[in-house]
């Protein structure tokens, strides 16, 4: 009896893995996020991992040259454009210039807390699941660590095409269609880091939700990226 009380509580103690550093998660996310995910899911720990995606969107931010940001919102105007309004583009450009550093903070952590969100929605309120909502946070911070990245690999392709609206996308598989199109516009917003963030995302699900297998998990949160890139195509600028 002793000894097979022995066996289970080490037993215990290997089904329950231990979260790694910070720098080695980051290396999991991408190579092993399986392994990270079931870490996570006993140790929730998601600041560490929100900070490094605000991080890497301030460093995208800083070298963006604020040249570029300027000749962008000067383009919206019409070739005759008055002084006047070349100085109210100009004027307007201050206090967006604070927006967008604004943005780059609040705004993943708003996604991070939404996706969370949904994803208790669902697993949790709709299929029964218990799971809490610090464990389904913490794999959310840490899966947008490769939305974040991918804003730094994108960076030198807008750097060299001079445009801010530059993207690794499924329209540049479409290279044929119009740029002021509906289909374009939603081609563009598929953003391949996107994807890959909500099959991460899905994974997750898998691992938190043992039930749920990884196939059906990524499949529901692919089609919720594609959906609200679908809505969201109709009210994006031609």
Not at 50 to 75: D, F, H, K, N, T
Request: neutral net charge; hydrophobic residues 55%.
């Amino acid at each position: 009896m002793t000894e097979t009380r022995g066996r289970t509580s080490v037993d215990h103690v290997e089904a329950e893995p231990t979260l790694p550093s910070l720098p080695t998660r980051i290396v999991q996310v991408f190579l092993a996020p399986a392994k990270l995910f079931d870490a996570l899911a006993v140790t929730p720990r998601w600041i560490g991992a929100a900070l490094v995606v605000v991080g890497l969107g301030l460093v995208v931010q800083a070298l963006i040259p604020v040249e570029l940001i300027r000749e962008m919102a000067l383009s919206g105007l019409p070739p005759d454009a008055t002084p006047e309004q070349v100085a109210a583009v100009e004027q307007f450009m201050g206090a967006t210039n604070v927006i967008r550093w604004v943005a780059t903070v609040i705004v993943p952590i708003l996604l991070m807390l939404f996706v969370s969100g949904f994803i208790l929605l669902i697993w949790n309120a709709v299929l029964g699941g218990e799971q809490k909502f610090a464990a389904v946070l913490a794999c959310t911070a840490h899966s947008y660590i490769v939305w974040a990245f991918g804003g730094l690999v994108t960076l030198p392709l807008l750097l060299a095409r001079q445009d801010l609206r530059t993207t690794f996308s499924l329209h540049l598989l479409t290279p044929f269609l119009e740029t002021s199109s509906y289909l374009y516009r939603f081609l563009a917003g598929l953003n391949l880091f996107g994807i890959w963030t909500m099959i991460l995302l899905g994974i997750a699900v898998s691992r938190l939700y043992p039930k749920v297998s990884a196939g059906n998990a990524c499949t529901v949160m692919v089609m919720a990226y594609v959906i609200m890139k679908a809505i969201s195509a109709i009210f994006a600028p031609a």
